[in-house]
């Protein structure tokens, strides 16, 4: 049986000096176009490279699901979910907030989550039985249960707009109703900040395994409720996600589903 507890310390500092290194590299790198406002650089790939390399030596019968494809292999019982940079077109334009995420699955069980807000210096942290942890100290989501004082916050769709006009209306209500709208530009780092209690809800729609798994996790066992927009959990897999403090879950998740859910 796998201690869970002993490998994330070890991931955590895998990440840690994969994240000095995105710092060393950051004065020089190269952006390649992956499609419309999609962007990797050569920082994004070494990094991730670095990170399936240490991952593979912590945990050799792990497979992986990466963003920028480092490694096809597939494990039968364990694999990680890898965003080497998330929140790329923060990065190169250095600007705040963009992450390290990371993930571990036991067959379709989400068991770890650790994202590592480089800017801040924030290491979010979580596993299977534990609690939420931020730089060693004990996190939990918030308690506010009003519209009038939530703090929500969101992304913006940039590839897939089919549900553009209907996210726009969910937008608008929610600017009406609740205390302000945040669009940092890192799924991983909002979620995280949901976990926190720095923000109540977060929705998005179009994202990837990579973008949600660790935060997801995180979120959950920081006392947080994550969903898609129909309620189910299938949120990884159809890129649809809501994350709520439990107290104002159901309020935030009436509106979003009303808008967006059914047809998702």
């Given at each position: 049986m796998i201690d869970l507890e002993q490998l994330g310390k070890k991931v955590c500092e895998l990440v840690h000096q994969t994240a000095?290194?995105?710092?060393?590299?950051?004065?020089?790198?190269?952006?390649?176009?992956?499609?419309?406002?999609?962007?990797?650089?050569?920082?994004?790939k070494m990094s991730e490279k670095k990170l399936v390399a240490g991952l593979s030596m912590l945990l050799p019968e792990s497979g992986f699901i990466a963003e920028e494809g480092t490694s096809q292999k597939v494990g039968n019982v364990y694999n990680w979910i890898i965003d080497p940079i998330d929140g790329t077109t923060n990065f190169i334009h250095n600007v705040a907030p963009y992450a390290i995420s990371v993930a571990l699955m036991r067959g379709k069980t989400l068991v770890m989550g650790i994202v590592y807000e480089i800017v801040h210096n924030e290491m979010f942290?979580?596993?299977?039985?534990?609690?939420?942890?931020?730089?060693?100290?004990?996190?939990?989501?918030?308690?506010?249960?009003t519209h009038q004082q939530a703090l929500v916050a969101t992304g913006f769709p940039y590839t897939n707009f089919d549900k553009i006009d209907k996210y726009f209306e969910a937008m608008r209500e929610l600017m009406e109703k609740t205390s302000g709208i945040r669009r940092p530009g890192s799924a991983a780092t909002d979620l995280c900040y949901i976990a926190c209690g720095r923000y109540d809800a977060f929705w998005e729609y179009g994202l990837h395994a990579w973008d949600v798994a660790?935060?997801?996790?995180?979120?959950?066992?920081?006392?947080?409720?994550?969903?898609?927009?129909?309620?189910?959990?299938?949120?990884?897999?159809?890129?649809?996600?809501?994350?709520?403090?439990?107290?104002?879950?159901?309020k935030f998740y009436e509106i979003v589903n009303r808008h967006l859910g059914e047809n998702e």
């Open positions: 000095e290194m995105i710092r060393t590299e950051r004065e020089s790198f190269e952006i390649e176009i992956k499609g419309q406002s999609d962007f990797v650089t050569s920082i994004d942290y979580a596993h299977e039985n534990s609690a939420a942890f931020l730089n060693g100290c004990e996190i939990s989501v918030s308690k506010n249960f660790a935060g997801a996790f995180i979120v959950q066992q920081a006392g947080g409720r994550v969903c898609d927009f129909n309620g189910s959990n299938t949120y990884i897999n159809n890129g649809n996600i809501i994350a709520c403090n439990a107290e104002y879950f159901d």
